[in-house]
């Protein structure tokens, strides 16, 4: 423990998101914080990579909502102020057509052939008057019911899901749709003559769809986090992967690289929950394998193309659905923030997602053939490629297959039985998060020391929560 605190002493697993602000949290509570975090840079999934004056965020990364700027500034980091953009520049890419992305009716009806418009319209009447009161038991269920038959064919919805997860939408779990897909469920929701009445005012809509992100990349925000809890006294100790947990009667110990054993009475962990329950131990307790190896996560590919050109595509963003593109989305960040690439240069990012061990083609023959279908696509001028770069990201998206809630039920089972240890944030709780909610929940675990000192109580009312947002 510090010198002078008269708190308890923390180890905190991950110093992404959630580790750094759990950490302010718990700093501005009065007590004593070690983060442990396998890689050499703070900042998890929302970090960037930079090479000779580029800067590659991991994947397209936005602050959604107004609140976060004012809570991030009145309660966390008060020097930080990140302006707003305009996020008018996404695309969707489907049936080799241009949707604006998030897509509305009115926008698809806009842009699509003639020839389907009626049958698409008579669809969108039908599912809307005949929508079952039933629950969707799965996300291609979940879709239709939102949008109808006819816009989820049109739109190749079910294979961008295969892309993002491997799974037929009917494998995947609805909550899946309501937690991503929350653009839809105004679809879902609205009656017929709410929903024209909204497509009436979607232009005005989509022009606002004003979100928050730092010019010099998404980084910026885990650096103000870090530089807060450094000013705080907070400890981070880098390049620590965890290999061994192990809950005693009055400490948690913790052992990193080369047998370095780090020891506090409490742990809270933001790390895989997989890999936090594969690797601890509390003496009685009997892991369940066969649970563990039910919470799957995809990883990202991310191919980085350098190009000597100030522009290659006119959008900062572009999904693709269609199963004959390799890639799922593309981004051009100098298309976010002209400070993302030296002068007369840009780059792209495209993502590229699939199984944690599978071994993907990083060649440049793969590039070559990326290049190929971008270019066939028409929206990319790919002539002044110069050179590329790989990020192989693990981790990246929890797969929500349709009983992934009984899953994760079990496992909060499991980690309740921990006294001195608890999991949270986007991996920790298997939870697709945004960075408003890491950054927030995050903050609030461990403000949430300073005025009960209960673990166990603090413990259960977390998972209870969790559990309720489940249901
Ligand atoms: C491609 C992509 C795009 C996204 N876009 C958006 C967006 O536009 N808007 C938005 O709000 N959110 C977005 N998100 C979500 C956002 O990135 C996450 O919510 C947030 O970064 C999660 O923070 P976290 O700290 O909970 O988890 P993580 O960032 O995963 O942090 C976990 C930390 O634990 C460390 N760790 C793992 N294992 C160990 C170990 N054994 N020992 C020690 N340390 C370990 C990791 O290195 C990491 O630093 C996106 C996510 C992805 C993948």
Not at 192 to 207: G, I, P, R, S
Not at 234 to 262: M, Q, W, Y
Not at 273 to 291: C, V
Not at 350 to 374: F, R, Y
Request: hydrophobic content about 35%; aromatic content about 10%; overall charge positive.
């Amino acid at each position: 423990m510090r010198e002078g605190t008269t708190g308890h002493t923390f180890l905190v697993l991950g110093a992404g998101l959630s580790g750094l602000s759990c950490g302010i949290g718990l700093l501005e509570a009065g007590h004593d914080v070690t983060i442990l975090e396998k890689e050499q840079s703070a900042g998890g999934l929302c970090r960037s990579f930079r090479a000779n004056g580029f800067t590659f965020d991991y994947g397209p990364h936005f602050l959604f909502g107004p609140g976060i700027k004012t809570a991030l500034k009145e309660n966390i980091v008060p020097s930080f102020d990140i302006p707003l953009i305009n996020r008018n520049g996404e695309r969707i890419l489907a049936r080799d057509r241009l949707f604006k992305f998030p897509f509305e009716p009115k926008n698809i009806l806009k842009h699509m052939e003639k020839t389907r418009m009626l049958p698409v319209l008579i669809d969108l009447v039908a599912s809307h008057s005949f929508r079952k009161a039933v629950p969707a038991s799965n996300l291609e269920e979940w879709i239709i019911n939102a949008v109808g038959n006819k816009i989820y064919d049109y739109i190749c919805l079910s294979d961008y899901v295969k892309k993002l997860y491997g799974l037929s939408p009917r494998e995947v779990s609805p909550k899946w749709g309501e937690q991503k897909l929350k653009f839809l469920s105004r679809w879902r929701n609205n009656s017929l003559l709410v929903m024209a009445l909204n497509a009436l005012k979607e232009d005005k809509k989509l022009q606002k769809q004003i979100v928050s992100y730092p010019p010099s990349g998404i980084d910026a925000i885990p650096g103000k986090l870090a530089e807060r809890y450094a000013e705080l006294g907070g400890k981070i100790i880098f390049s620590s992967p965890v290999a061994a947990i192990r809950e005693r009667h009055d400490c948690v110990e913790v052992t990193g690289l080369n047998n370095r054993t780090f020891s506090a009475e409490y742990l809270i962990s933001s790390i895989p929950l997989t890999e936090l329950l594969n690797n601890t131990s509390s003496g009685s307790d009997k892991i369940n394998s066969g649970l563990i190896m039910q919470l799957r996560h995809r990883k990202t590919v991310f191919f980085l193309l350098y190009f000597n050109a100030p522009r290659v595509m006119n959008y900062q963003c572009i999904y693709f659905t269609q199963p004959d593109y390799l890639f799922r989305r593309v981004t051009e960040f100098r298309n976010l923030s002209s400070s993302m690439s030296p002068a007369g240069k840009s780059s792209l990012c495209v993502e590229v997602t699939c199984n944690e061990k599978e071994v993907i083609d990083t060649s440049l023959d793969k590039v070559h053939a990326l290049l190929k279908q971008l270019d066939k696509s028409g929206h990319f001028n790919i002539k002044d490629f110069s050179h590329y770069d790989i990020l192989d990201v693990p981790n990246t998206y929890p797969v929500y297959t349709v009983d992934y809630m009984d899953v994760i039920k079990k496992a909060l089972d499991c980690l309740k039985s921990y006294k001195r240890i608890i999991s949270f944030g986007r991996q920790g709780l298997f939870f697709y998060n945004t960075m408003n909610n890491s950054i927030m929940q995050g903050y609030a675990l461990g403000q949430s020391f300073g005025s009960k000192h209960d673990f166990s109580c603090i413990k259960d009312d977390h998972y209870n929560n969790h559990a309720a947002l489940l249901n």
